[in-house]
């Protein structure tokens, strides 16, 4: 996802056809269905139940401000710094951590309940009313525990291309800043020092780190075979030899050779 930590982002309104990033030139992205638990329009009467009208209300606020950013830009990593929205970027960061704590609640209730089909025999009709209730309820841990996030919102999220991963999203964020680099530069050669994103040089210096102990078999690497193809197809240049003026020729070619590799398959 696009980052543009260091660079000012217009936020422009909501349009009804915006080329973006993520989409061939003049693809719309379309606009998604609104059912993620707002007052009056909400599917599921027991999330309503769950939280208040302003809960529900300001929740869906920042999922309406998520789907004007993606169609803006074409995609939902919103950076975890947006100067144009930092709101935005500490709600999405807020809903990847919700969604781990129903995981794991989820989880739990599920090793729960395999262990108490042992005990359900000779159990009272009233036990196991109150053990269903106690599992179901808002405040219990079927429903996530503490957690805020619920199965019918998760669901519209992931509607609109939520990213849950935290590493796979950062990574997707550096990629997108790549590309944006290359096609203002020409080539993938950022400098260390490069003032305008330098999360940006650091980040292309640690891949050239991470793929020589990728190369050398040497461990933990956080680099993957998948990974190098993707930099690859992007024109990075794995060897920084310093000389940033032959620097477009060879990324160029990296990626015509890329390009070609991938229409002969």
Known sequence: AASHTGSSIPVAPALASVPTNGMQGGQVAQPLPNNGGAPGNNPNPSVARRFKPFQLEKWMERVEELRHFRLVHGHCMVPHSYPPNPQLSR?????????????????????????????????????????ESSSSSPGGSGAGGKSTMTPQRAALLEEMGFVWDCHE???????????MYRRVHGHCMV?????????????VKSQRQQYKMFSEGRVPCSMTRERVE??????????????????SAS???????????????
Not at 94 to 121: C, F, H, I, P, T
Not at 169 to 179: G, T, V
Request: proline share 3%; charged share 30%.
């Open 169 to 179: 999203a950062a990574w997707n964020e550096k990629i997108a800043d790549l590309r």
């Open 91 to 131: 709600w999405c960061k807020r809903q990847r951590r919700q969604y781990k704590l129903m995981m794991l609640s989820m989880e739990k209730d599920k090793k729960n309940n395999n262990g108490a089909e042992s005990m359900v025999e000779g159990e009272s009709d009233g036990g196991k009313r109150r053990r």
């Open 191 to 203: 400098p260390c020092n490069y003032r305008p994103n330098p999360q940006l040089g650091v980040w």
């Open 230 to 247: 993707e930099l690859r197809r992007e024109g990075f240049v794995f060897e920084d030899t310093g000389n940033h003026s032959s620097a």
């Open 251 to 265: 990324a160029a070619a990296a990626a015509a050779h890329a390009h070609q590799g991938s229409n002969g398959n």
